[in-house]
């Protein structure tokens, strides 16, 4: 059974405005960096070992909740 979290379709729609299509494209690659689709397709490309994707997942938490209590202590 698929999760929410496993089970995404996003469709992302850019407005193209006075036909600049090389804006619309820095647009949606702006999009694309923020949701993480850079960094999955670069992980999905290699192979990686059990042991060091359990260390970045590790490690990924870590800097989440570092920077969830930096915005905290902020405030």
Partial sequence: ???????????????????????????????????????VMKMKSTYEKPSEKKKRIKTENLKRIKKQQKLRNRY
Avoid: C, H, P
């Fill in 1 to 39: 059974m698929l999760t929410t979290s496993q089970n995404r379709r996003y469709f992302i729609k850019i407005d193209v405005k006075d036909n600049n299509v090389e804006q619309a494209i820095r647009v949606l690659k702006r999009k694309l960096q923020k949701e993480g689709f850079f960094k």
